[in-house]
């Protein structure tokens, strides 16, 4: 039974339902489950929250165990190229064949037979 907005009762066989599709069926049925399931799951939590507290730092320390294992690496050769790729091999035979190759990482361009500048800023002097 249900109630109307006075307050009485209603049979359920009065209330017009519209007829819902097979996706909507299965929509109502995953929504009612899930509203069950973390009702239940939040009374356990609040009702006792030692175990809870205890258990998830359990498992929070022992997910952060395989941080031992972890290898960072900062090569941007080892990141971007695979040791079987053209590149990474021509460059590697490149390296032991001949000297090894340096790019270069600035390059400062000088124009001849100008005066000198002198840049002032809030922080620094600049001379070129």
Known sequence: MNMQENGESVPQWAINTPKLSFT?????????????????????CSRYPL???????VIAGSLCTGIQWLEVT??????????????????DFFGA??????????????ARNLEMVILESDYNVFVS
């Open 24 to 44: 909507d069926r299965i929509g109502v049925a995953i929504e009612s489950g899930m509203t069950k399931f973390f009702t239940i799951w939040g009374t356990n």
């Open 51 to 57: 175990p809870v507290i205890i258990v998830s730092v």
């Open 74 to 91: 900062t090569d941007p050769i080892e990141l971007w190229a695979s040791p079987s790729s053209r590149s990474r091999i021509e460059r």
């Open 97 to 110: 064949t001949f000297r090894p190759f340096y790019r270069t990482q600035q390059i400062i361009i000088n």
